[in-house]
Structure formats: C-alpha cells, structure tokens
C-alpha cells in the first residue's frame, strides 16, 4: 500500500513539473509591458491642478495627473467654467514653472482629446497619456522643478530640490492667460 501511495505521489509531482514547463514557456513573451512591469523604475505618483481654488479666476476645472511604476504619466480632467470661444486651436495647455518658464507644451496632444460642450462654457472630461514627461521619475519630473524668485534683480532662478513644488498648469486663449493652477 506504502508503494502505491509513494508511485501515486511521485507520478502526481512529475505530472505538475511537467506541466509546469509548458505553461512557463507559453507565458514567456517579448511584450514590452510585461517586461516594464517587472522593471518597475518609478514611484506611483499623483500631482492635481485645481482650477476651483480661486473664484475671481475665469477657469474652473480640475486637472489629474497619474504616474505608473515604468514612468508614464495619463492627465486627466474637465473644465467646468471659462471656455466661452468654441474654437479648440485658441487654447493651450501647458506647465510652467513659477518663473513663467514653460516647462511642458502639451496643447496638440490635449486638442486631440478635448470636447468643448456646445451648450455651456466647459468641457467633456479628457483623458490622454503622455510620455514625454513625468512627475518625479527622475530628475527632469514636473513635481521636481523648483524656482525661486530673488528680490535684489527680480530675476528667477530655477532650483532642484525636494522642498515643495514650483509648477502650475495654466491654460492661454489666444496668447493671453485664462487661468492657472499650483500642483
């Protein structure tokens, strides 16, 4: 009896071992993504840009920005307010930093995903990825962009350190500012 339930055991185990090779060799991919996601190089992050916060500004809106662990970064948001011109090429969208330097320029890829509503002053809510920056992936993030502004010139210098952020998504109307919030 001892024999058969050892041949019983011993057959079992090979049978999962075997089976084991097949499965593993027809996970193994070259998929980009799944190799990323074990070479995670990036903390998750959230950065957000309320527009809500000031009441005398024309805007209103909330913007999101997500970081994954690989360093790609979705924006996500609306307007609910302030977007009275129905013309989508009239608008930027851009990051900039506390000197008035822009940062980021991210107006065609948010024109492509924006909907102006046809019957109020706002927006559908957009959503796009982004991979030409990130919030604090390395030392270039948007989150890590510090500048400080010195009062015997009044000039600007920009700083890199970890000690609160220096950028502000601002949305232009034809050239002009239209709103602007700290992230």
Same mark, same amino acid.
């Given at each position: 009896?001892?024999?058969?339930?050892?041949?019983?055991?011993?057959?079992?185990?090979?049978?999962?071992?075997?089976?084991?090779?097949?499965?593993?060799?027809?996970?193994?991919?070259?998929?980009?993504?799944?190799?990323?996601?074990?070479?995670?190089?990036?903390?998750?992050? +959230?950065?957000?840009?309320?527009?809500?916060?000031?009441?005398?500004?024309?805007?209103?809106?909330?913007?999101?920005?997500?970081?994954?662990?690989?360093?790609?970064?979705?924006? +996500?948001?609306?307007?609910?307010?302030?977007?009275?011109?129905?013309?989508? +090429?009239?608008?930027?969208?851009?990051?900039?930093?506390?000197?008035?330097?822009?940062?980021?320029?991210?107006?065609?890829?948010?024109?492509?995903?924006?909907?102006?509503?046809?019957?109020?002053?706002?927006?559908?809510?957009?959503?796009?990825?982004?991979?030409?920056?990130?919030?604090?992936?390395?030392?270039?993030?948007?989150?890590?962009?510090?500048?400080?502004?010195?009062?015997?010139?009044?000039?600007?210098?920009?700083?890199?350190?970890?000690?609160?952020?220096?950028?502000?998504?601002?949305?232009?109307?034809?050239?002009?500012?239209?709103?602007?919030?700290?992230?």
């Amino acid at each position: 009896m001892n024999k058969f339930i050892s041949l019983t055991y011993l057959a079992f185990l090979a049978y999962i071992i075997l089976s084991l090779v097949p499965v593993s060799t027809a996970l193994s991919t070259n998929d980009v993504s799944l190799v990323n996601k074990r070479n995670q190089k990036c903390p998750c992050a +959230t950065a957000i840009a309320d527009f809500n916060k000031n009441d005398r500004s024309k805007l209103g809106g909330l913007v999101m920005y997500f970081q994954d662990e690989v360093g790609e970064t979705s924006v +996500t948001g609306y307007f609910s307010r302030g977007f009275q011109d129905k013309n989508k +090429t009239s608008y930027e969208f851009l990051i900039k930093d506390d000197c008035g330097n822009t940062v980021h320029d991210l107006s065609s890829q948010w024109r492509e995903h924006l909907e102006l509503s046809q019957v109020r002053d706002s927006t559908n809510t957009f959503h796009f990825k982004n991979n030409n920056f990130n919030l604090n992936c390395d030392s270039h993030g948007i989150l890590l962009v510090h500048t400080k502004v010195l009062n015997k010139r009044n000039s600007c210098v920009r700083l890199n350190k970890r000690d609160g952020y220096g950028t502000s998504t601002v949305i232009m109307h034809n050239g002009a500012g239209l709103g602007a919030a700290h992230m």
